[in-house]
Structure formats: C-alpha cells, structure tokens
C-alpha cells in the first residue's frame, strides 16, 4: 500500500512537470469605421444668392496604423462630375470598414479617419477645401465615438464631414 502510493505521487508529480500549458492567444478586437454624413455650414461665396449649396467632391478614408504598417481603406471617393450637393442640413454618407487587432497589439494602433474634398463652383472653377485627419489611439476608444471633420476653403466655404469608431 505505502508503495502504491509513492508510486503514484512520482507519477503525479512528474506528469505536471512535463506537461506544458498551452499558449493563450491574444483575443482578436474589431474595429469598425463609418462614414455617416456631410453638412455646408458656411455656402458664402456662391456668388447666387439663392445657391445655398456647394458641389462637393473628393475621397475621404480611414487608415489603420499598427506600429510602422499602415492599412488604408477608403469610404467615399467622387470626381467633379459626380460631385455631391451639400446643403446645411445633413446629406446622408455610405462608406464602412472593419479593422480587426490583435489585443498585444492595441497599444502600439491607432485609427485615423481622414479626406481630401474639394467644391466646383461651375465654369471649371474649383476651390479646394483642404486635407484634413484626426487620429485616435485604439487604446483610447472604448465604445462608440463620433469624429467631425471640418473642410475649409479661403472664400470662407465650410464643410463637415461626421465620421463613427466604434469598438465591437
């Protein structure tokens, strides 16, 4: 009986000491990006007194960025013929992505949401409303959050760009 239990407590003891635990992988976080809405909030200098629009056209994206790898997807992309008009009421976006993180590598990413828009006045002359971004540590972004963007150009035309992160 005595040997029966030495035997088993060697047994036991070596069984622990040669398994080894399995590696625990980090959990996947996702990420999702969209693109929702665009409103003028300053038509001056239409030169019409009854254009309270402007004619908006451009690319608006966001990127991934973990560490030094940079993933780019864009939202939204029109040319001046296909240019949007843009009032000061809402003008509904469509444009989604999805990034997916590993959670090691939460702390070293950041989202950036960001656009390149320009507004044709007609007669082929165009005014350029500018490149604008805002960045975002993932760390940092917790639930849903609201990103604006806001476009401008000399003659005082503004527009804003309403982007949503949200962690899934």
């Known amino acids: 009986m005595l040997l029966s239990i030495i035997v088993l407590t060697v047994f036991s003891c ?7 635990e399995a590696p625990v992988k980090a959990e996947d976080i996702r990420f999702r990006v969209q693109l929702t809405k665009i409103k003028a909030t300053d038509t001056s200098g239409e030169g019409d007194a009854n254009n309270d629009k402007l004619e908006i056209f451009g690319e608006l994206s966001t990127y991934l960025t973990i560490g030094t790898t940079v993933d780019t997807k864009v939202l939204w992309s029109v040319d001046l013929e296909n ?16 990034f997916t993180v590993s959670a090691d590598q939460l702390v070293n990413s950041s989202i950036t949401c960001a656009g390149d828009l320009e507004e044709n006045d007609g007669g082929g002359f165009v005014q350029d409303q ?6 975002f540590s ?15 150009e000399t003659s005082g035309q503004i527009s804003v760009v309403t982007f949503i992160i949200t962690r899934l």
């Open 130 to 135: 500018g490149e604008e971004s805002s960045t």
């Open 138 to 152: 993932l760390g940092s972004i917790t639930g849903t959050q609201d990103i604006e963007l806001t476009f401008s």
């Open 83 to 98: 240019a949007i008009s843009v009032g000061q009421n809402d003008s509904q976006l469509t444009g989604e992505t999805t």
């Open 14 to 20: 070596s069984k622990d000491e040669d398994e080894m």
